[in-house]
């Protein structure tokens, strides 16, 4: 009898991206010189206080279980971290440490959202909300975000979309695909529509412009908020994250963990408190570089014809209109590749509305970035 996947499994899509990223990597097998300009990957070095915690705990042997929740001590950093940022107290117990944001995005909506309940997601957005939603066999309803507003969530216009069924709302600021920054005013109103939600604050520190960036947690109770050490630290690779989940959900929230993940790497954790306590210079020079090839790389995106209608406010993406060269994003991302050896994101895969978009990433020196931005002039230019 021949093996046939569950629904709930082939219900999860994958990342299109990926497949730009293996052609990509062939080329560069091949010694083709590729600007990888896709992926949502930090370039710069992990802060040298981060290096040096994790030696340390290797050196000293701490590669042990850890209790499944976390390390007290990288929880007690966690909360003091949201206490000099944003001014909440945040009782340890309510941190709940995962390897990388993304399991905690899995466990908080399977905690919430009860089969045939609605999570509401933004178009363009982020796919993997829409794939976890998928797989708890939740509805899926996208609502909007535009680009005549630069892509800002719109409480009012959410608001059309929440229904008796709703049981969450998904936010992302600033935003993957669109470095799109929600204001403080904006978000209170979304967390004031009567749901749960889920914030992913994972991109929170790289912001470019005044003022700081804006958790849930200043307006709600109701939110499982998600943030991680891979962006702003530049530590992706050691799948660091954690979600601050509501009082009500501890209890299940712990025994899935436990029993799905167990818990994260000891390793990692020590790194992570180095990294909360010791890296802030690091952070503000990264985010000091960010914002020289954010500027960059809008300006050349203009000047060759692609729509942008505002400098992102934070993360490292543009998203660009290029209805102006093409109708399949798919297509055009593996025509650049081919004749620019350029790779970039494929707007579809951020949702339905987002054809004949591409996304940019500038998390990559700012010489690759102008080169890749000659290679797309000069190919459109003869196209």
Not at 268 to 274: E, K, P
Request: proline fraction near 6%; aromatic fraction near 10%; glycine fraction near 6%.
């Amino acid at each position: 009898m021949e093996f046939e996947p569950s629904p709930r499994a082939q219900s999860v899509t994958p990342f299109l991206v990926m497949q730009l990223l293996d052609q990509a990597k062939e080329l560069v097998a091949r010694g083709e010189d590729v600007i990888r300009l896709e992926a949502g990957e930090p370039d710069l070095p992990t802060p040298a206080p981060v290096i040096e915690a994790a030696q340390r705990a290797l050196a000293e042997g701490k590669t042990s279980y850890t209790p499944s929740a976390g390390t007290p001590e990288l929880r007690e950093a966690i909360c003091e971290w949201y206490a000099d940022r944003y001014q909440v107290k945040v009782n340890p117990d309510r941190v709940l440490v995962t390897a990388g944001t993304s399991p905690g995005l899995l466990l908080a909506m399977a905690a919430a959202v009860a089969r045939e309940e609605e999570v509401l997601v933004a178009d363009p957005g982020y796919p993997a909300y829409t794939n976890a939603a998928r797989f708890l066999e939740a509805r899926v309803v996208r609502f909007p975000v535009l680009e005549s507003e630069a892509y800002v969530y719109s409480a009012d216009r959410i608001s059309q979309f929440v229904t008796d069924r709703t049981k969450l709302i998904t936010v992302n600021s600033p935003a993957n695909p669109t470095g799109a920054r929600l204001p403080a005013k904006e978000l209170a109103r979304i967390c004031s529509l009567g749901t749960w939600v889920i914030s992913d604050e994972i991109y929170h520190e790289l912001c470019y412009e005044e003022g700081r960036c804006h958790s849930a947690l200043e307006c709600t109770d109701r939110a499982f908020v998600l943030n991680g050490f891979s962006k702003r630290y530049a530590m992706p690779g050691l799948r660091l994250g954690w979600v601050i989940m509501p009082e009500s959900c501890i209890r299940v929230m712990r025994n899935m963990n436990m029993n799905f993940y167990l818990g994260a790497c000891s390793v990692s954790q020590a790194a992570g408190v180095a990294a909360l306590r010791e890296a802030d210079e690091d952070v503000a020079r990264m985010r000091a570089v960010y914002r020289e090839r954010r500027d960059l790389i809008v300006r050349r995106l203009r000047e060759i014809g692609f729509g942008v209608p505002a400098y992102p406010g934070g993360a490292f993406y543009v998203f660009a209109n290029a209805k102006r060269f093409c109708q399949d994003s798919v297509a055009f991302a593996q025509e650049l590749l081919a004749n620019t050896k350029v790779s970039v994101t494929p707007g579809i895969d951020f949702g339905p509305a987002s054809e004949g978009y591409l996304r940019f990433s500038y998390a990559t020196e700012a010489a690759r970035i102008a080169e890749g931005m000659d290679r797309i002039e000069r190919y459109l230019a003869g196209r």
